[in-house]
């Protein structure tokens, strides 16, 4: 059994939207340390990682490890519900095989959801979050909305370099090309120890910046011939207890593996 009070519901909910977009279902992990949950789109494009750790609840017991398997468009159906100023609470007793959340605001409303079994495959291994990139940048997640609005003039795709002149965003149709640079003095931070360039679906890379629903920067990882790290931390308000400087931050991680050429695919 687990419950968990939150003063503000926009961090829960925010991380059910920004799943929403990517995979069907997935598996809650709860224990001491908070919720995660980790899962594969369907095509295995894309593999999300997010946390909302212990420190971030102004009350959170659990007694024990345990693991949720949870339908996103239903849970997303709920939490849209959810009002700005509502406090939330979450209750999950293994016997049940109910999640319950309270959202309470004018009144306290009651919705439950039945948990459900997700397929061992949606789950990725821990191992294929540990992965080292030479090169990584911080900057607006806006500007990286904008960057995908402007390549979606011309393709479906955008190249991203990483270099130490800065961030170039690409994108190249019949009728032209979008050229997008960055240099250091537009970016918040960044570490360049070997260039690194790919190429993205923007129909991806739009669903990953929905990730400004709890962040307003981003940090990018690239390599060449990997898939790019795509990161942000969030912080809660309205916390009924003061928290250490070195509390661990929530996170949503995306890694998204890069658009094979279709020339490429042909040689090989």
Same mark, same amino acid.
């Given at each position: @059994? %687990?419950?968990?009070?939150?003063?503000?519901? =926009?961090? %829960?909910?925010?991380?059910?939207?920004?799943?929403?977009? #990517?995979?069907?279902?997935?598996?809650?992990?709860?224990?001491?340390?908070?919720?995660?949950? +980790?899962?594969? $789109?369907?095509?295995?494009?894309?593999?999300?990682? &997010?946390?909302?750790?212990?420190?971030?609840?102004?009350?959170?017991?659990?007694?024990?490890?345990?693991?949720?398997? #949870?339908?996103?468009?239903?849970?997303? =159906?709920?939490?849209?519900?959810?009002?700005?100023?509502?406090?939330? %609470?979450? =209750?999950?007793?293994?016997?049940?095989?109910?999640?319950?959340?309270?959202?309470?605001?004018?009144? +306290?409303?009651?919705?439950?959801?039945?948990?459900?079994?997700?397929?061992?495959?949606?789950?990725?291994?821990?191992?294929?979050?540990? #992965?080292? %990139?030479?090169?990584? &940048?911080?900057?607006?997640?806006? /500007?990286? &909305?904008?960057?995908?609005?402007?390549?979606?003039?011309?393709?479906?795709?955008?190249?991203?370099?990483? $270099?130490?002149?800065?961030?170039?965003?690409?994108?190249?149709?019949?009728?032209?090309? @979008?050229?997008?640079?960055?240099?250091?003095?537009?970016?918040?931070?960044?570490?360049? &120890?070997?260039?690194?360039?790919?190429?993205?679906?923007?129909?991806?890379?739009?669903?990953? #910046?929905?990730?400004? !629903?709890?962040?307003?920067?981003?940090?990018?990882? /690239?390599?060449?011939?990997?898939? @790019? =790290?795509?990161?942000?931390?969030?912080?809660?308000?309205?916390?009924?207890? !003061?928290?250490?400087?070195?509390?661990?931050?929530?996170?949503?991680?995306?890694?998204?593996?890069?658009?094979?050429?279709?020339?490429?695919?042909?040689?090989?």
């Amino acid at each position: @059994m %687990f419950t968990a009070t939150m003063q503000d519901s =926009k961090i %829960f909910a925010g991380i059910i939207d920004i799943l929403n977009e #990517v995979i069907d279902e997935t598996v809650i992990k709860v224990s001491k340390n908070g919720m995660e949950f +980790t899962a594969f $789109d369907e095509s295995h494009i894309c593999l999300l990682n &997010a946390l909302i750790p212990a420190s971030m609840f102004a009350d959170f017991k659990c007694d024990g490890a345990h693991e949720i398997g #949870v339908n996103l468009e239903d849970l997303y =159906k709920i939490t849209k519900r959810f009002k700005a100023n509502d406090a939330l %609470f979450l =209750k999950y007793e293994t016997e049940s095989e109910k999640i319950t959340m309270q959202a309470k605001g004018t009144g +306290t409303r009651t919705f439950t959801s039945r948990v459900v079994s997700v397929d061992a495959g949606k789950i990725p291994p821990t191992s294929e979050l540990d #992965v080292e %990139f030479d090169s990584n &940048a911080t900057f607006s997640i806006n /500007i990286l &909305a904008e960057a995908i609005k402007d390549s979606e003039i011309y393709a479906d795709t955008m190249e991203i370099k990483l $270099d130490a002149s800065g961030l170039t965003t690409t994108s190249e149709g019949e009728v032209g090309e @979008m050229i997008y640079n960055l240099s250091q003095d537009h970016l918040d931070a960044i570490r360049v &120890a070997k260039s690194g360039t790919g190429r993205w679906s923007l129909a991806y890379l739009k669903k990953l #910046v929905k990730a400004n !629903l709890l962040a307003d920067k981003v940090t990018i990882f /690239i390599a060449d011939n990997a898939p @790019m =790290k795509f990161h942000v931390e969030f912080e809660t308000t309205g916390q009924a207890k !003061l928290l250490p400087a070195d509390a661990p931050k929530g996170h949503v991680t995306y890694y998204l593996a890069p658009r094979v050429p279709e020339d490429e695919l042909m040689e090989e």
